[in-house]
T-cell receptor, first 114, second 115 residues
Framework: AQKITQTQPGMFVQEKEAVTLDCTYD???????LFWYKQPSSGEMIFLIY??????QNATEGRYSLNFQKARKSANLVISASQLGDSAMYFC???????????FGKGMKLTVNP | DAGVIQSPRHEVTEMGQEVTLRCKPI?????LFWYRQTMMRGLELLIY????????DSGMPEDRFSAKMPNASFSTLKIQPSEPRDSAVYFC?????????????FGPGTRLLVL
């Protein structure tokens, strides 16, 4: 069974600074995908970035990048140049085992201060 | 392009009543997922469909919950009878194909409160 661990309950960062959100995962399947979603206070789940287990390079999407360390089973999200609008809950998720199912972590709250 | 559409956005009902949540996936997407989010349990997958066929309903809490997908553009999640512990945000998501690397796109959610 796959599992996602997000141990940081909350983080604070100053506007324009970079921040790293931690995510570790566990799966016995060699083929898997890792996803990050953002959930602002309005409640919707917004897809941010995807990393495949066989991808050679770390994924990047604008200000978002994924620090993928396969041996350590970590897939940390890096947000560069934080903006006030980045304040939200962030969820890491994994899909593996030949299934379309995603398993989500508990999430962590990021607050960007002006 | 329209995203995943869910209705209603908010639902308040009394214990014992039937509740029906509706979802329209993104056009052309072949997989549809129903999730429930609570503070205690986080985001849980209830059931998912591929090409309108239920593939895995192991997350459905009990017989009070049922889900259908009569066609590619519509799905319902029904709770009958509803109980206060069913209060949660229910999300519908869809993806283009049934591959693990396929991104799931979420609807805005339905906030359900059962009194």
């Amino acid at each position: 069974a796959q599992k996602i661990t997000q141990t940081q309950p909350g983080m604070f960062v100053q506007e324009k600074e970079a921040v790293t959100l931690d995510c570790t995962y566990d799966t016995s399947d060699p083929s898997y995908g890792l996803f990050w979603y953002k959930q602002p206070s309005s409640g919707e789940m917004i897809f941010l970035i995807y990393q495949g287990s066989y991808d050679q390079q770390n994924a990047t999407e604008g200000r978002y990048s994924l620090n993928f360390q396969k041996a350590r089973k970590s897939a940390n999200l890096v947000i560069s140049a934080s903006q006030l609008g980045d304040s939200a809950m962030y969820f890491c998720a994994i899909g593996s085992g030949g299934s379309e199912k995603l398993v989500f972590g508990k999430g962590m709250k990021l607050t960007v201060n002006p | 392009d329209a995203g995943v559409i869910q209705s209603p956005r908010h639902e308040v009902t009394e214990m014992g009543q039937e509740v029906t949540l509706r979802c329209k996936p993104i056009s052309g997407h072949n997989s549809l997922f129903w999730y429930r989010q609570t503070m205690m349990r986080g985001l849980e997958l209830l059931i998912y469909f591929n090409n309108n066929v239920p593939i895995d309903d192991s997350g459905m809490p009990e017989d009070r919950f049922s889900a259908k997908m009569p066609n590619a553009s519509f799905s319902t999640l029904k709770i009958q009878p509803s109980e206060p512990r069913d209060s949660a945000v229910y999300f519908c998501a869809s993806s283009l194909t049934a591959r693990i690397q396929e991104t799931q796109y979420f609807g805005p959610g339905t906030r359900l409160l059962v009194l």
